[in-house]
C-alpha cells in the first residue's frame, strides 16, 4: 500500500494544497524545485508508466564503454525499444555505481528527436538516486520537480531515495523533516523508509532519536519494527558501549518473535568484547553455533581481536584454524588482529609467521597489516627490518600513510639514528604524507634525546609555521631536552610560553 486512506491523490494534494507548508518546510531549500511547483503553467497531466519491473537485465554491464556501446546500439534499433529496456539498462548501470554515466546517458535521451520514448517516473527515479549517490541531493530534488512537472505522482520509493540522499550528506536534520513532512502530507513509509531513517540517525550516533522513531513505527506506519530495524539499532548501541541497552532491545526483538541472525549476534559480540567480556562472547558464539546461526568472517575476526587484546593470541590463531576448517576464508582484518595480537605480547616473530601465512593463502597484506609489523619490529628496535617492509610496500604498489612514516621516525629516533628520522620526515612530504602533530612530538623528543637540540628547536618553529598548535607533551619534550643540554634558562622561558 502506497499511501494512507486519508490520501486520494498525492500528486495533486503536492500540486495544488501544500506549496505555502512547503515553502516553509524542506523544500524552502531547493528553489528550482519550488518554481515548477509554483507555476500553475507547468502542470502536464501525463499518465504514470505502469511498469514497474525494470530491475532485470544487462547483469554484464560492468564499465562505461559497455554501457554507452549498448546504449547507442538501442538507439539504432527500429522500432526503438521501450522505456522499460531503457530503465534496465540505466539501473545495470547503477549498480555498478557509474553514476554520473547514468545522468549521462539520461541527459542524452531528453536532447534526441521528438518521437523517442520519454523518460517516465522510474527513469527519474534512477536518476535522482544517482544524484544523491554523488551528494548532490539539490540536483535530485530538481528531477524531483520534474516528475511533479510531468504530472507523474511520486510513491515511496522516490521519496525514500530523497531521504537516502540526505544520509548519505549526513544531514539528518533535513532527513527527518523531509520525513515529517511526506507523513504529514498522507504518504505511508514502508521498511525501507523506516530502515533508512534509522540507519542513517545510528551512523551519527543519534541512538536515542533512533530508539524513539522504532517505537512509533506502529503508531506512524501501522507496522512493528521487524529484525532489520532492530539489529540497526542494536549495532549502534554496541558501538557506544551501551551493551546493557543492546541486551534489553535484543530480548524485546526475541519476545516479538523475530529470530536474531548472524548480524544481530555479531554486534552483540562486538559490544561485549568492546568491554573485555570475552568470556560472554565467547558464550554467545556458542549460543548462536546452537541456533544453527554460523558465524561469519567478520564475527570470528571480532573474537579473535578480542582474545589478542587479553594476551591470549595462541586461542585467537586456533581460531583462525577452526574458521578455516569451517570453509570460511580470514580476510586480511582477521589476519592483522592475530598479527597485533603478538605484537602487543612481544612474540614479533610470530606476528611475522601469520604474515607470511597470509600472503602464502592468496591475501594480500594492507597499509594497515604493515603498519602493524612495522610497529613491532620498530618496538624491539629491530629499525632494519621495519624498513625492508617498508620498502617492501613501494614495491608492491602500497602507499605508506602517515602513521607508517611516524612510526618509522619513532623506531629511528629510539635507535639513536635522528638524522635518518629527519630525512624520513622531507621524504614523507614529498610523497604528500601531511605530519600531524604526533608526528612532529616523536621527532622532537627523539631529536632532544640524542642531544640535537638546534634541530629539534628548528623543527618546534616548524610546527608552528604549518599551522599546528603544540601540545603540553611537544612542550615537555622541548623543555626536557634544554634541561638536558644544561639551558635551563631557555627551559624556564619554554615553560612560561607553554602557559601563554
Not at 523518460?119 to 544524484?131: A, H, S
Amino acid at each position: 500500500m502506497m499511501m494512507m486512506v486519508r490520501s486520494a491523490d498525492a500528486a495533486v494534494v503536492l500540486r495544488n494544497g501544500v506549496c505555502d507548508h512547503l515553502h516553509k518546510g524542506i523544500f524552502s531549500q531547493f528553489s528550482c524545485f519550488l518554481t515548477i511547483l509554483l507555476n500553475p503553467c507547468s502542470h502536464l497531466h501525463i499518465k504514470a508508466s505502469a511498469e514497474h519491473q525494470f530491475q532485470y537485465g544487462f547483469a554484464n554491464l560492468d564499465d562505461d564503454d559497455g554501457a554507452l556501446t549498448q546504449f547507442h546500439h538501442m538507439l539504432r534499433m527500429r522500432p526503438l525499444p521501450s522505456i522499460l529496456q531503457f530503465n534496465q539498462l540505466l539501473t545495470s548501470i547503477a549498480r555498478t555505481k557509474h553514476y554520473s554515466t547514468v545522468i549521462s546517458l539520461f541527459r542524452k535521451m531528453n536532447l534526441l528527436e521528438t518521437g523517442f520514448v520519454k523518460p517516465d517516473k522510474f527513469t527519474l527515479t534512477i536518476v535522482i538516486n544517482c544524484f544523491c549517490n554523488l551528494n548532490r541531493v539539490d540536483l535530485g530534488f530538481s528531477v524531483f520537480g520534474n516528475l511533479l512537472k510531468l504530472g507523474y505522482e511520486p510513491d515511496t520509493t522516490t521519496f525514500t531515495t530523497l531521504i537516502k540522499g540526505f544520509c548519505l550528506n549526513g544531514n539528518m536534520a533535513s532527513a527527518v523533516k523531509f520525513f515529517d513532512e511526506i507523513v504529514e502530507k498522507g504518504f505511508q513509509p514502508n521498511f525501507i523508509t523506516y530502515g533508512t531513517i534509522i540507519n542513517g540517525l545510528c551512523k551519527i550516533g543519534n541512538t536515542s532519536a533512533a530508539i524513539l522513531l522504532l517505537r512509533k513505527m506502529e503508531e506512524i506506519g501501522g507496522r512493528e519494527p521487524g529484525l532489520v530495524e532492530y539489529s540497526t539499532v542494536i549495532d549502534r548501541l554496541c558501538k557506544d558501549k551501551l551493551v546493557t541497552e543492546a541486551f534489553k532491545l535484543f530480548s524485546e526483538m526475541i519476545g516479538k518473535g523475530f529470530s536474531p541472525n548472524v548480524v544481530t549476534y555479531t554486534s552483540l559480540i562486538q559490544g561485549v568484547c568492546s568491554l573485555g567480556e570475552w568470556k560472554e562472547a565467547v558464550r554467545l558464539l556458542n549460543e548462536m553455533v546452537g541456533k544453527n546461526i554460523w558465524p561469519n568472517v567478520q564475527t570470528f575476526t571480532i573474537l579473535v581481536d578480542a582474545l589478542c587484546k587479553v594476551g591470549k593470541a595462541k586461542e585467537a590463531q586456533a581460531v583462525v584454524q577452526l574458521i578455516i576448517q569451517r570453509g570460511v576464508v580470514p580476510d586480511v582484518v582477521t589476519y592483522s588482529a592475530i598479527m597485533d595480537g603478538y605484537c602487543l605480547c612481544g612474540q614479533v616473530d610470530e606476528a611475522r609467521k601469520m604474515f607470511d601465512v597470509m600472503v602464502s593463502r592468496g591475501c594480500a597484506p594492507n597499509v594497515f597489516a604493515y603498519n602493524i609489523l612495522i610497529n613491532g619490529y620498530c618496538k624491539i628496535e629491530n629499525i632494519d627490518e621495519a624498513m625492508n617492509l617498508f620498502k617492501e610496500m613501494s614495491r608492491k604498489g602500497l602507499l605508506p600513510d602517515t602513521i607508517t612514516y611516524t612510526t618509522l621516525i619513532g623506531g629511528l629516533c629510539q635507535t639513536r639514528r635522528p638524522q635518518d628520522a629527519l630525512l624520513l620526515l622531507d621524504e614523507m612530504q614529498t610523497y604528500g604524507q601531511i605530519p600531524n602533530l604526533f608526528t612532529y612530538s616523536t621527532l622532537l623528543d627523539g631529536l632532544c634525546n640524542n642531544q640535537y637540540l638546534d634541530e629539534a628547536l628548528a623543527l618546534f618553529e616548524e610546527i608552528e609555521t604549518v599551522g599546528l598548535v603544540p601540545n603540553i607533551v611537544v612542550y615537555n619534550n622541548l623543555i626536557h631536552g634544554m634541561c638536558k643540554a644544561g639551558k635551563l634558562d631557555d627551559a624556564k622561558k619554554t615553560l612560561l610560553e607553554s602557559f601563554c
